[in-house]
């Protein structure tokens, strides 16, 4: 199994208080995305990592930013938690890009009330 | 834009019957890759296969077996006397080989189908 930790693993919150979900890697993996799971849609990127301080958006990135200082952590931070970021988040990792195979934790389910 | 379509949202059967998870894609790249996930109850994500789209020819691993057909854009998944421990909700999910970004890009997933076996 691939090296992926998420911390916390469960979570509830208010509305309107920050929250940050950490997901640490042990492969020295390059590549690190964060997914949310939510009833009836599948999972969907919220944003990646292609480098240390490197990031970019995915399809679902409004009301989310993210951070990655060292190559095994990637930071998912809600500024402002709203009931609509209710969700299970994923992270995942990948060695390589473009068709790679992604490696995900084990999951963060957060609750905001 | 890509897309991926699993029309199935749940099936059940009894255990020790064939079951087929379909598989419908989207995609305007010549070089795509296709995956399949199975998450269990407990929740986590458990990758099964990728397959790169020049390789059409079907794979078997124990009772599991992936259908990759480019000329219908499908990659159906089969399980083959169905066992309990096979319940879960099943994932397929594409990906470009090269991403638009230059940087990197994610997995495309269908909204899964969810298997019962019933004992």
């Known amino acids: 199994d691939a090296g992926i930790t998420q911390s916390p693993r469960h979570k509830v919150t208010e509305t309107g208080t920050p929250v940050t979900l950490r997901c640490h890697q042990t492969e020295n993996h390059r590549y690190m995305y964060w997914y949310r799971q939510d009833p009836g849609h599948g999972l969907r990127l919220i944003h990646y990592?292609?480098?240390?301080?490197?990031?970019d958006k995915g399809e679902v990135s409004d009301g989310y930013s993210v951070s990655r200082s060292k190559t095994e952590d990637f930071l998912l931070t809600l500024e402002s938690a709203t009931s609509s970021q209710t969700s299970v988040y994923f992270c995942a990792i990948s060695e390589l890009v473009g068709g790679d195979t992604q490696y995900f934790g084990p999951g963060t389910r957060l609750t905001v009330l | 834009a890509q897309k991926v379509t699993q029309a199935q949202t749940e099936i059940s059967v009894v255990e020790k019957e064939d079951v087929t998870l379909d598989c419908v894609y989207e995609t305007r790249d010549t070089t795509y890759y296709l995956f399949w996930y199975k998450q269990p109850p407990s929740g986590e994500l458990v990758f099964l296969i990728r397959r790169n789209s020049f390789d059409e020819q079907n794979e078997i691993s124990g009772r599991y077996s992936w259908n990759f057909q480019k000329s219908t854009s499908s990659f159906n998944f089969t399980i083959t006397a169905s066992q309990v421990v096979d319940s879960a909700v099943y994932f397929c999910a594409l990906s470009e080989a090269r991403p638009p970004r230059g940087g990197a890009d994610g997995l495309t997933f269908g909204k899964g189908t969810h298997l019962i076996i019933q004992p």
């Open positions: 990592s292609y480098g240390v301080k490197d990031t």
